[in-house]
Each structure stands twice: as C-alpha cells, then as structure tokens.
T-cell receptor
Framework: NAGVTQTPKFQVLKTGQSMTLQCAQD?????MSWYRQDPGMGLRLIHY???????DQGEVPNGYNVSRSTTEDFPLRLLSAAPSQTSVYFC?????????????FGEGSRLTVL | AQSVTQLGSHVSVSEGALVLLRCNYS??????LFWYVQYPNQGLQLLLK??????LVKGINGFEAEFKKSETSFHLTKPSAHMSDAAEYFC?????????FGTGTRLQVFP
C-alpha cells in the first residue's frame, strides 16, 4: 500500500521557470491538499480539494495552481517560480469523514528556486 | 478563524524526563484538535486527536494530551522521554475543510 506518493523529491529551478509537483494517493480519499513548510512558520495550506473537479484556496495560494481531474491525483503547478517559493511541499489526503479525519502525508518535495 | 499557538520552538529534555509541549487554541466553536509528529526527512503522522468524546486523549508511543476548555489548551505530554521521541511536533485545529497547523516545537532528547 503506497499511501501518498509525491514526485519529485528534490528539484532546483531558476527564477521564472515552471514546473509541476505530482501527488497521487491510492486510498480512494476524496480530500487532498497541498502544504508548504518553512522554518519557523509551520505548515501553511496552499490549495485543497474535496473531490474530483472541486478545488479551493488555502492560506497562501498566490503563485500556485491546482486541478483535480481524478480522485487519485492532485498536481501542484508553479507557473513562474520565484525564490520565495523555495520550500518543502507536502501533499496530504484523507477520507471524507468530516473535519476530524486523519490526514495522511507524503514524504515531501524539496524545491529550491535560484 | 481557528488558530493554534505553540509556545516554545525548541524543547530539550533528558532521557527518562517528562515531556511537555504546549499548545493553545483559538476557536469560536468547539474545536477538533490534533497533534502530529514529523521525524527527520519524513512527512507528518498523527499522534492523537480530540473530537470531544473525552478530555484526556491517549495517542501512540505513550503520548497523551488533555483538552482544557477553561485554559483553551491542548498540551502534549509523555511521562518518560525516549531518544526515539526526538522529532518536530505540530499542534493543529480543524477549521471546516481545512487543517490549520501551529509553527511546531522541536523536541531534543539528551542521553
């Protein structure tokens, strides 16, 4: 059982380049989300989705796009990378059991923007 | 909006000593509260959660937390620290569809 799988694990970009962080889960979870983790700031929610075809913004959505065409996949797109987007990104999912359900996290994607 | 505040970004204890990690919440409605742990170079995993069934919540690895409404607190404790408890710990509160995390507390355990 793979759980939540993120690719790539490491990426270096130049300012202005675009890229997509991939996230896939095999637990048939309706809810998926993206967080970024920065020192001293904890985890901040970027975007989330409560099901295929539905996405919404979190606390820090600027500079990021998402889509949810299938239940399994929730890619995060950076259209024009900036140094401020240097961070560790985590994808997380849970079943739609309400707001008290457990979030399952991927192992993270470390992004550096030069 | 719901929020949590974790007091102390770093906590150091000796092996066998009491672990106390502090979390205070701000919520206009009865909250759902969580503690997650992150080991180096890994994602987060759930330690325990409070969903109003009982004020004292027991989690994995000997951790527990007590919900105190009068103090708006949900502090995490463990009677005796182990070297393997060294990690970063995050308190979180559920805000409708979103899980809002605190800034984290890094626990160091010395032999």
């Amino acid at each position: 059982n793979a759980g939540v799988t993120q690719t790539p694990k490491f990426q270096v970009l130049k300012t202005g380049q675009s890229m997509t962080l991939q996230c896939a889960q095999d637990m048939n979870h309706e809810y998926m989300s993206w967080y970024r983790q920065d020192p001293g700031m904890g985890l901040r929610l970027i975007h989330y989705s409560v099901g295929a075809g539905i996405t919404d913004q979190g606390e820090v959505p600027n500079g990021y796009n998402v889509s949810r065409s299938t239940t399994e996949d929730f890619p995060l797109r950076l259209l024009s990378a900036a140094p401020s987007q240097t961070s560790v990104y985590f994808c997380a999912s849970r079943s739609w059991t309400g707001a008290f359900g457990e979030l399952f996290f991927g192992e993270g994607s470390r992004l550096t923007v030069l | 909006a719901q929020s949590v505040t974790q007091l102390g970004s770093h906590v150091s204890v000796s092996e066998g000593a009491l672990v106390l990690l502090r979390c205070n919440y701000s919520s206009s409605v009865p909250p759902y509260l969580f503690w997650y742990v992150q080991y180096p170079n890994q994602g987060l995993q759930l330690l325990l959660k409070y969903t109003s069934a009982a004020t004292l919540v027991k989690g994995i690895n000997g951790f527990e937390a007590e919900f105190k409404k009068s103090e708006t607190s949900f502090h995490l404790t463990k009677p005796s620290a182990h070297m393997s408890d060294a990690a970063e710990y995050f308190c979180a509160v559920s805000d409708t569809d979103k899980l809002i995390f605190g800034t984290g507390t890094r626990l160091q355990v010395f032999p």
